[in-house]
Structure formats: structure tokens, C-alpha cells
């Protein structure tokens, strides 16, 4: 039995879909509103049952864990979920595969006494998750002189990741402004209004440096990484940093207290949409160094639908555990999922629009 958390979400949905498509057991398809869930049973390939489940409730939680061979969460705000779910999971005998928390909930749940035989892999998204797995394609084995990643387009935000999009303050998520450089944070300005191959409309990039952007660093063995949020305006950037200087330790604050600036960053994404319509894009830039192997220098995917995509992905990482391509242990999907695997399953995946090595 695989039990998806969230699945009448933009990403669980998606992430049910793929997995129904898959292949052998059932489903099991959780969220508060149990009618949403068991209409969306009644669409799957798959016999699927709807249980009705709050993740704020530990009982709620055992009960929907329980009998589940893996269990994965799509539900958020996944930086406040951290653990939560995953050590329900864990107590349940089940693996677990996450849509975001990132380090501070691999940091949460490593700190605690993991079943020696489980699996547990966060942030099997586009960003993070395929940020940091796809670019290891470009790199192939060679050391990099630079390699950039800009990721965005014009997503409607929904509140939950709006909220998420609100936490990703601090040094467990990055680094606002910040290129890497020969292995320290260095600061790099914004650029606006640039025409970037792939991006339907000239855009503003502005400079994140993620922690999973550092990894990477480290794993491609670049010298330098750039890594940029990509919006076609400055709406969002401003309400996201509107917000923090309201509330500057967003860790501390309320759910109560972060909705209405959620719903500030939704409504820029709303506009943002409404100008341009909705695009979503990935593209890496490689720099190896001289005299290194000939090799492909961009990669670029393009997708209409940044949050069915991520569902694609939390999908092909529950796959991955199920077939006992991850080993026991808390991982990162950037770190833990084969590149090239990936690569494949999304070229044939009819939500990609395009993924292009040249
Ligand atoms: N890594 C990435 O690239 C990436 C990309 C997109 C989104 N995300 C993250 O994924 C999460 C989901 O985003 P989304 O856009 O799919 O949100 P969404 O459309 O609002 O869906 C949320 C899902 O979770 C369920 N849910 C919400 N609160 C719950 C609770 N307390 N207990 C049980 N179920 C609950 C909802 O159903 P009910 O309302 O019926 O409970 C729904 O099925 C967000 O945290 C977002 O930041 C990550």
C-alpha cells in the first residue's frame, strides 16, 4: 500500500496519478477533506481508498500510516511539517519520500534514532529536488569553472507554498543574494530584465544561493555557482521581502500570522500570471574548465505546470525507494536519485514540455 498525504493537492494529485500509473498494491489517498480524496480515488488507474486525515493529529497519523509500504507527503507547509509525518511513517515500518523540508527536516529526523532498514528522502520537488539533481548531467564527471541555475517562470502560487516560499529563511535554506565562490558565499547582484534562453519573456533573476546550490557545488566540483530565482517581475520579490521585514524571524511566527502575507504573494503571482500567462523553466549553464572532455554545456526543461511537475518528481523518488534504489538512511532527492534516470523518465513524462542536453 502506498499512502499519498496531500493528494488532492497540485502536487499530490499528480503524484497519485504517476504512482497509480506505476503499478502493483493499492493506494491510499489522505487529506482533511475525505470527499475530495475519494473523488479523486475514483479517477486512478488503481484501486485507491480515501481516508479522511489531519497531520496535526498524531492518531490521525498512525492510522493513516499504518499498514503503508512507504508513505509520501505532499501536505504543508512542508518547513513546518519537517519530520512530522516521516516519523509516523518510520513507527508505521514504512519508508518515506517528502516534497520539500530540505535540511531542517533531514537535520529534525537524523537527530532522532532511525530504524536502521528505513528509507526517508525530502525535497523530491523541482526546487528543491530537481535543481540540484539535474545539473549533475551537465557536470558528467567534469570539474566546472561555473555553473548557473535559474528556476521560474509565472506560477499561480498556491497559499500552501506561498507559506513555504515565506520560510525559506535562514541558514538551513540559503543564502538571499549570494553566489559560491571557491567554496564561500560571496555576494552577487540581481539582473533584470534579461532575455535568458528558454524564458518566453525577458525576466528578473534574483540570487539565492540554496543550500542545495552549495552541494551541488561540492558534488560537481565547480568553483563558482550561481543559482537564481527567476520571476517576470519584481512583485513576488517584493512581497516575499515585504513580509520579512514585517516579521523577521518567520520561524517563530504563527501560521495565523504568515497567511495574509501568503496571500500577498499569491496575489503578485496572480498578476504575474495574468500578464504573461503560466511558464515554468529550468535551465543550467556549464562552464567547465579549459582543456576538460567536450561535453554538453546547457540543459534546459520547460513545463507549463511547476506544481504537477513536482508531483512527477515526489512520484519517480517514491518509485526509486520502492525498488530499493536508495539505501536505508535520510537523503536528499538531489543527492539520492539517479540524474540520468530522472532525465529519462521525465523525457517521456507528458507534462515536460521539453528537456534538451546541448
Ligand atoms: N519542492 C518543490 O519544488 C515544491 C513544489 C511545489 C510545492 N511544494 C510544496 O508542496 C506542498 C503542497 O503544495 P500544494 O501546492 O500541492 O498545496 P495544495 O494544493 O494546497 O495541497 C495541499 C494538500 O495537502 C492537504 N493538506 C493540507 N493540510 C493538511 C493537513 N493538516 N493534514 C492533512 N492534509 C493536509 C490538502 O488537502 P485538505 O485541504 O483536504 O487537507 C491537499 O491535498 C507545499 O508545502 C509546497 O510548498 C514543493
Not at 291 to 296: E, I, M, R, W
Not at 349 to 353: G, K
Given at each position: 500500500m502506498i499512502g499519498v498525504l496531500g493528494a488532492t493537492g497540485a502536487v499530490g494529485r499528480t503524484a497519485a496519478e504517476r504512482l497509480a500509473a506505476f503499478g502493483p498494491g493499492g493506494l491510499r489517498l489522505g487529506g482533511r477533506d475525505a470527499a475530495r480524496a475519494a473523488d479523486l480515488a475514483r479517477t486512478l488507474p488503481a484501486p485507491a481508498e480515501a481516508v479522511r486525515v489531519d497531520l496535526t493529529d498524531p492518531d490521525d497519523l498512525a492510522r493513516f500510516c499504518a499498514g503503508c509500504t512507504i508513505v509520501v507527503n505532499c501536505a504543508g507547509p512542508t518547513y513546518r511539517v519537517l519530520d512530522t509525518v516521516a516519523r509516523a511513517a518510520f513507527a508505521a515500518g514504512a519508508d518515506y519520500v517528502d516534497i520539500g523540508g530540505e535540511l531542517a527536516a533531514k537535520d529534525a529526523l537524523s537527530g532522532s534514532a532511525v530504524p536502521g532498514e528505513r528509507t526517508a528522502v525530502f525535497?523530491?520537488?523541482?526546487?528543491?529536488?530537481l535543481s540540484g539533481l539535474l545539473p549533475r548531467l551537465l557536470a558528467n564527471g567534469r570539474p566546472l569553472r561555473r555553473l548557473d541555475v535559474y528556476v521560474g517562470g509565472a506560477a499561480v502560487f498556491t497559499p500552501l507554498s506561498a507559506v513555504d516560499a515565506l520560510l525559506t529563511r535562514g541558514p538551513r535554506f540559503g543564502v538571499p543574494m549570494a553566489a559560491w565562490r571557491e567554496g564561500a558565499a560571496t555576494p552577487l547582484a540581481p539582473l533584470h530584465g534579461v532575455r535568458l534562453p528558454g524564458f518566453p519573456v525577458p525576466v528578473h533573476a534574483w540570487p539565492y544561493l540554496t543550500t542545495e546550490a552549495q552541494a551541488l557545488a561540492a558534488a560537481c566540483g565547480a568553483d563558482e555557482v550561481r543559482c537564481y530565482n527567476v520571476f517576470v517581475s519584481g512583485r513576488i520579490p517584493e512581497a516575499l521581502s515585504g513580509a520579512w521585514a514585517d516579521v523577521p524571524d518567520v520561524h517563530a511566527a504563527p501560521l495565523e500570522t504568515l497567511r495574509p502575507y501568503a496571500t500577498q504573494v499569491v496575489d503578485a503571482s496572480r498578476l504575474d500570471n495574468a500578464d504573461v500567462g503560466a511558464f515554468y523553466v529550468m535551465l543550467f549553464t556549464a562552464r567547465p574548465h579549459r582543456?576538460?572532455?567536450?561535453?554538453?554545456t546547457r540543459m534546459l526543461l520547460t513545463a507549463e505546470d511547476s506544481y504537477a511537475l513536482s508531483g512527477v518528481v515526489t512520484a519517480l523518488a517514491a518509485r526509486a525507494v520502492l525498488a530499493g534504489r536508495i539505501p536505508p538512511g535520510v537523503h536528499l532527492a538531489a543527492e539520492a536519485l539517479d540524474p540520468d534516470e530522472a532525465a529519462t523518465a521525465l523525457r517521456g513524462?507528458?507534462?515536460?514540455?521539453e528537456l534538451a542536453l546541448s
Open positions: 525535497s523530491a520537488g523541482v526546487m528543491p529536488g582543456g576538460a572532455p567536450a561535453g554538453p513524462d507528458p507534462l515536460v514540455t
